[in-house]
Each structure stands twice: as structure tokens, then as C-alpha cells.
T-cell receptor, first 113, second 113 residues
Framework: DVKVTQSSRYLVKRTGEKVFLECVQD?????MFWYRQDPGLGLRLIYF???????EKGDIPEGYSVSREKKERFSLILESASTNQTSMYLC????????????FGPGTRLTVT | AQSVTQPDIHITVSEGASLELRCNYS??????LFWYVQSPGQGLQLLLK??????LVQGIKGFEAEFKRSQSSFNLRKPSVHWSDAAEYFC???????????FGKGTTLSVSS
């Protein structure tokens, strides 16, 4: 079974802090994704990566950056956390062959105060 | 551009009754289609997927979905709902390039006894 793990289930940070969210997958998937999920807005793509050190902006990249130094690990970085980044963050991975189904981690609920 | 519409925000079904959740998509070519389920505070779990072949696909937990190209729909069904099916359900469409999925806003299912 595909397993995607995220470093924290719950996280509370202060405004202005630098925040790291870590995601690890164990299925040797090339593609990895970061989404945020907010009530009424559904899932929105922040960044995705299709290979080590490669990244593409998603729909809402502002205020975020990512790092992929190893194939199995994809990190989301909030350079200076703000209260409007309080959200549920979901990591996913997928293979590079059709239909490219994505497998999700359990999510990190981040609160910025 | 691709899009997914889930017309029902919230549905309540009696335990043991049948269920149908609606999903309509917009995509020029043959899409890759998915249904995911999310229990409160959890990540998304893949229920089923369609990318070719038989238009009626079977998934986990007794769910099935039917792809209807003429109606641009991919409705999710279950013949008899259990209380444990109460969750949020997301329909998603993927493109041929295998980049990120586009998700609907979700349908919350409540099960009454």
C-alpha cells in the first residue's frame, strides 16, 4: 500500500515564524503535491514537483516555497507565517503513468496566531 | 480549462438506503476521473478511478461510479449506506499530462438512523 506521511498532524505557530511542513512517501513516486484545504473553497494546489529539485507553481503559491532534495521527501515552507495561512495542508504523491492517481497523507492542521 | 462541479453541498441519507452523489466535469478530451472520501480531520482516500474501458467502475467499500461521456458526468453510487459512510466526498478530474488534479468542492454525506 502507498503510504504518505506528514511530519505533524497539528501545528501552532506565531505570525512571522518560518514554518516547515514535511512530507514523505514510500512508493518511489516521481510526482508530489502540496494542497491547502479550506471550508467552502475545497482543495487548492500550492506547488507540485515532478522530480528532485524540480517544482512548478500551482494556483496559490504566494507566501509559500518548496524543497525537494530527495525523491521521497517534499517540504512546504512558509517563509513568514501569517494568520491567513491557517488551514489544513495536504501532501500527495502520484506515479508518472496514467491515470496518475494521487495518494494523500493525513494532513497537517496549521494554526497561525 | 478543466473544472469539476458537485451540485450537492450536503446530502442526508437513511442508513440502508441507496446513495448517489453527482459529479459533472468539463474537459476537452477523455478525462481521468476519481472519487475520494475524507473522514473528519483525515486525509483523502481514493475510492475509485476511471481512465478507460468499462464505464462502470467498482471501488472500495462497496462504491461504484459510472462515466457518462454524453452527460459529462461521473456519479458515485452505493446500494446500501452504512453509518460509517458519513464523510465528505470529492470528485476530481485529471488531464493527460498527469499534473495536478482538479477537485470539486465536495459533498458532505450525513447518515441518519
Amino acid at each position: 500500500d502507498v503510504k504518505v506521511t506528514q511530519s505533524s498532524r497539528y501545528l501552532v505557530k506565531r505570525t512571522g515564524e518560518k514554518v516547515f511542513l514535511e512530507c514523505v512517501q514510500d512508493m518511489d513516486h516521481e510526482n508530489m503535491f502540496w494542497y491547502r484545504q479550506d471550508p467552502g473553497l475545497g482543495l487548492r494546489l500550492i506547488y507540485f514537483s515532478y522530480d528532485v529539485k524540480m517544482k512548478e507553481k500551482g494556483d496559490i503559491p504566494e507566501g509559500y516555497s518548496v524543497s525537494r532534495e530527495k525523491k521521497e521527501r517534499f517540504s512546504l515552507i512558509l517563509e513568514s507565517a501569517s494568520t491567513n495561512q491557517t488551514s489544513m495542508y495536504l501532501c500527495a504523491s502520484s506515479p508518472i503513468f496514467p491515470p496518475y492517481e494521487q495518494y494523500f497523507g493525513p494532513g497537517t492542521r496549521l494554526t497561525v496566531t | 480549462a478543466q473544472s469539476v462541479t458537485q451540485p450537492d453541498i450536503h446530502i442526508t441519507v437513511s442508513e440502508g438506503a441507496s446513495l448517489e452523489l453527482r459529479c459533472n466535469y468539463s474537459y476537452g478530451a477523455t478525462p481521468y476521473l476519481f472519487w475520494y472520501v475524507q473522514s473528519p480531520g483525515q486525509g483523502l482516500q481514493l475510492l475509485l478511478k476511471y481512465f478507460s474501458g468499462d464505464t462502470l467502475v467498482q471501488g472500495i467499500k462497496g462504491f461504484e461510479a459510472e462515466f457518462k461521456r454524453s452527460q459529462s458526468s461521473f456519479n458515485l453510487r452505493k446500494p446500501s449506506v452504512h453509518w460509517s459512510d458519513a464523510a465528505e466526498y470529492f470528485c476530481a478530474v485529471g488531464d493527460q499530462a498527469g499534473t495536478a488534479l482538479i477537485f470539486g468542492k465536495g459533498t458532505t454525506l450525513s447518515v441518519s438512523s
